[in-house]
Structures are given as structure tokens and as C-alpha cells.
């Protein structure tokens, strides 16, 4: 699975340098000078780093035969993307990736099985959105009160919702 770690923005200057809107908790690594990076579209790249600076909290990022603004400006949306295999396991048994989460069967504290998970949405609150078949989705907050286990071994997570949560489509 590919994951998209940023999306490069507007040029920087008339050398090729491009800003880019992070999407990754570790641009240090991820856009260190060397790196290859894939991208979506694939026929863009790969693209290689050249060097990163930080300017006014956007980070710039010079790419291998990107040499001037035109060439800059035609990279402009593209997507820069890491194969989820290269993400290392998160030491805290209770922090997850989320693509870790994408795809787990949900399944309530009474082993009954109400869906899949089909995204991780960051809105303040992290929000699994649940798939149901045949029913609206429906959200579950991420916290331990709600979800109180996670089996990524087993490919389940499971949930003990509240009086109503459940039902939500039906009062409608």
C-alpha cells in the first residue's frame, strides 16, 4: 500500500526548488537529502532529493533534474508517496499507523461483526470509519473506552459502542 508522506506545491524561486504541504510526522526522514521517493502520478517521478530547507514553516525541497521554475511548476500537485512496508512498527502497543487500521474487521465486544474499516479520519478527534454492508458508515471515536482492542495479528478491532451508536440510521 502506498502512503503519501506530501504533495509538492507551488515553485520557490526560478532553481526548481518546490514547496511542499507535509504529510508525514517525520519529514527528516522521509525528504532527506538521497532519498527516492515515488509518485503518484507514477510517471512523475521517481524523484530524488537533492537538499530540504525549511523556510517560514514550508519546507523546500530541491529535486535531482529539477533545474527551474517551468520544471518545478510542472511537478505542481504531484503526490510523493512511500510504500507502507517501509514504516517501521510504532514501539507504543497502543499507537497504530492508519494503514495498520484500514481493513481490520470491526467486531463488538460480544464477537458480532458490524463492518470493516475503511479510513482513519484527524479532526481533533481521531474518527475509524466503519463500513457496514448494506447500511449507512458510521464513525467510532479512536479511544480506548471505545475501542478497547486492537488485533492487528488476527485482523480485528474491537469495539464497545455506547446505547445508540450503532442504530444511528435507523431513527432517521
Known amino acids: 500500500m502506498q502512503l503519501v508522506v506530501g504533495r509538492i506545491g507551488r515553485p520557490h524561486g526560478v532553481r526548481g526548488e518546490v ?9 527528516g526522514t522521509r525528504f532527506a537529502t538521497g532519498t527516492e521517493l ?15 530547507r525549511w523556510h517560514k514553516d514550508i519546507l523546500l525541497l530541491a529535486l535531482a533534474g529539477v533545474n527551474d ?30 494503514h495498520q487500521l484500514i481493513g481490520l474487521a470491526v467486531v463488538t465486544t460480544e464477537g458480532e461483526r458490524i463492518g470493516e ?14 463500513k457496514r454492508p448494506s447500511r449507512d458508515d458510521f464513525y467510532v471515536p479512536f479511544v480506548k473506552a471505545l475501542v478497547p482492542d486492537v488485533d492487528l495479528g488476527k ?3 474491537v469495539v464497545d459502542p455506547p446505547p445508540g451508536l450503532l442504530d444511528l440510521d435507523e431513527t432517521r
Not at 45 to 51: A, D, F, N
Not at 69 to 93: C, F, K, M, N, Y
Not at 117 to 130: N, R, S, Y
Open 155 to 157: 485482523g480485528v478491532l
Open 117 to 130: 474499516v475503511t479510513d482513519v479520519l484527524h479532526h481533533g478527534q481521531d474518527l475509524l470509519v466503519v
Open 19 to 27: 514547496t511542499v504541504e507535509v504529510r508525514t510526522d517525520d519529514p
Open 38 to 52: 515515488a509518485t503518484d502520478p507514477p510517471g512523475a517521478g521517481p524523484l530524488t532529493v537533492e537538499g530540504a
Open 69 to 98: 521554475r517551468e520544471a518545478a511548476e510542472a511537478l505542481r500537485g504531484t503526490l510523493l508517496v512511500i510504500d507502507s512496508a517501509d514504516v517501521a512498527p510504532s514501539q507504543d502497543p497502543d499507537e497504530f499507523h492508519d
